[in-house]
T-cell receptor, first 115, second 109 residues
């Protein structure tokens, strides 16, 4: 595997379900990100991790719970979601969280539908 | 607040040239990025500008004017595979990327 991978690619869940999204980066980066992408809206940054420590939490509801067990893996645990949480969830990584030229590499995303 | 504006959708003809504009108002500036995103795929990096002027990379060029809070992405010799969304993002003073909503580019034969 190369780059940033995400599983599953598609997920349909009910509002009472619990599920997890997984992201893995094979680039040796120190920073990882979760974004939400809704149709015709800007990417919304949800969480940022630097060397497994959370450095940013952009007022995300507690029904989204991130976990970063090591610098290569990132999870997003989901529970009691709402239909408006349906979106594409993108994972990204970068060498660091600081620094001007800090290109982020994205995974293909998980298309989440909440019924 | 912070804001990035770009057109929602543009249409162009195969072989032609198209310019996608981006204007921004952010708390500080540490560079501007352009990404390409094909439907159902990951955004991929196209260009980075931190100084005023034009950066050319093959068929794609990106321009920045910091005083005007303005950038554009220029695509030449358009190909059908260039049909995608183009995302403009500015890195603010906290090194956080502020994203535009993206411009969907439709290429017609």
């Amino acid at each position: 595997e190369t780059g940033v991978t995400q599983t599953p690619r598609h997920l349909v869940m009910g509002m009472t379900n619990k599920k997890s999204l997984k992201c893995e980066q094979h680039l040796g980066h120190n920073a990882m990100y979760w974004y939400k992408q809704s149709a015709k809206k800007p990417l919304e940054l949800m969480f940022v991790y630097s060397l497994e420590e959370r450095v940013e939490n952009n007022s995300v509801p507690s029904r989204f719970s991130p976990e970063c067990p090591n610098s290569s893996h990132l999870f997003l645990h989901l529970h009691t979601l709402q239909p408006e949480d349906s979106a594409l969830y993108l994972c990204a990584s970068s060498q660091e969280t600081m620094g001007s030229y800090n290109e982020q590499f994205f995974g293909p995303g998980t298309r989440l539908t909440v019924l | 607040g912070q804001n990035i504006d770009q057109p929602t959708e543009m249409t162009a003809t195969e072989g032609a040239i198209v310019q996608i504009n981006c204007t921004y108002q952010t708390s500080g500036f540490n560079g501007l990025f352009w990404y390409q995103q094909h439907a159902g795929e990951a955004p991929t990096f196209l260009s980075y500008n931190v100084l005023d002027g034009l950066e050319e990379k093959g068929r794609f060029s990106s321009f920045l004017s910091r005083s005007k809070g303005y950038s554009y992405l220029l695509l030449k010799e358009l190909q059908m595979k260039d049909s995608a969304s183009y995302l403009c993002a500015v890195m603010d003073s906290n090194y956080q990327l502020i994203w535009g909503a993206g411009t969907k580019l439709i290429i017609k034969p």
